[in-house]
């Protein structure tokens, strides 16, 4: 069994990362800039928000962190987010979700300048995604497509399944897959006999946010399962996916922790580099 060490993949871009900012530094460039903005007290959003930090650090970004209470405005979230759109220093805008409820975050998601929008949620990037049209994806389907990249694992003419269809993860990641040549399933709570859909698949993702929900009985001998969840429980962390009983029936696996999440923060400093050196081809 192989496991898909997001961790070290992670590690890795970040070196890698590091290493090219260096050498543009070296060249007299500016580093890239990375404007952060957390509203209110969520206790995972704030632990997000400090990982993200911690790996900008060690690939040389710059990090702008706004750090705002939880009774801000959607006004003043606006004119912040309008002036980090032309701040000339910023390369991308991560908006951390979820938002008080009070905030619209749609409408604030689409004030994000689409050259800006690292976390690939503006429409203009969802329907680029949709076109297969160049620009910002989402970071966790962009980063488990990094991974399996990395371990030299070929979707192409293999049957994907995605379980979950949500915009973050679900929808963006099926159509990467689509543009990798995978014949791809997306089963839901509606799917009538998720099971049977499971077990035909050669690659299957789990994003369902249940505990241990994707058992060895519903997986095939020698597939390959990439685990998106993250579900905290009274024995820890744990995946969507029955990492124990699974193993010694798949082809890989991603463990949780340490598997996709890292790759999600991976991809968004690729996101953030790669609009860097948009900029400075701009002038």
């Given at each position: 069994?192989?496991?898909l ?7 890795e871009?970040?070196?890698?990362l ?11 460039k ?8 957390l509203?209110?007290?969520d ?16 690939a040389g ?9 939880a ?5 003043e979230?606006?004119?912040l ?6 701040d000339?220093?910023?390369?991308g ?9 009070h905030?619209?975050s ?13 976390d ?9 995604l ?17 991974l399996l990249?990395?371990?030299g ?9 995605v379980?979950?269809?949500s915009?973050?993860?679900?929808k ?13 399933t997306?089963?839901h ?9 499971v ?11 249940r505990?241990k929900?994707i ?8 597939a ?7 579900n905290r429980?009274?024995e820890g ?19 949780v ?10 991809q ?12 400075l081809?701009?002038?």
């Amino acid at each position: 069994m192989l496991l898909l060490d997001g961790k070290k993949t992670a590690a890795e871009i970040r070196a890698k990362l590091k290493a090219e900012v260096e050498q543009n530094m070296a060249q007299g460039k500016r580093a890239p800039g990375l404007a952060v903005i957390l509203v209110g007290e969520d206790p995972a959003s704030k632990v997000y928000v400090r990982n993200k930090e911690k790996a900008c650090s060690e690939a040389g970004i710059v990090s702008k962190s706004f750090r705002l209470p939880a009774d801000t405005s959607q006004t003043e979230l606006k004119n912040l987010i309008l002036d980090l759109n032309q701040d000339r220093e910023v390369d991308g805008i991560l908006l951390q979700l979820p938002l008080p409820k009070h905030l619209n975050s749609q409408e604030l998601l689409e004030l994000i300048s689409p050259a800006k929008d690292v976390d690939g949620f503006h429409p203009e990037n969802v329907g680029r995604l949709t076109l297969g049209l160049p620009g910002f994806r989402s970071c966790t389907p962009a980063g488990i497509m990094t991974l399996l990249k990395h371990y030299g694992l070929e979707v192409s003419g293999k049957k994907a399944v995605v379980v979950g269809r949500s915009n973050i993860v679900g929808k963006p990641l099926a159509l990467l897959l689509l543009q990798e040549n995978a014949t791809v399933t997306i089963c839901h709570s509606r799917t009538q006999d998720l099971s049977a859909e499971v077990r035909e698949a050669d690659f299957v993702f789990a994003a369902v946010g249940r505990p241990k929900f994707i058992t060895a009985e519903m997986v095939k001998e020698g597939a390959i399962v990439v685990d998106v969840g993250i579900n905290r429980t009274e024995e820890g962390l744990v995946g969507d996916c029955d990492f124990e009983g699974l193993k010694d029936k798949v082809e890989a696996i991603t463990p949780v922790p340490g598997g996709v999440g890292p790759m999600t923060i991976a991809q968004l400093l690729l996101n953030t580099f790669a609009a860097y050196k948009k900029n400075l081809a701009l002038g």
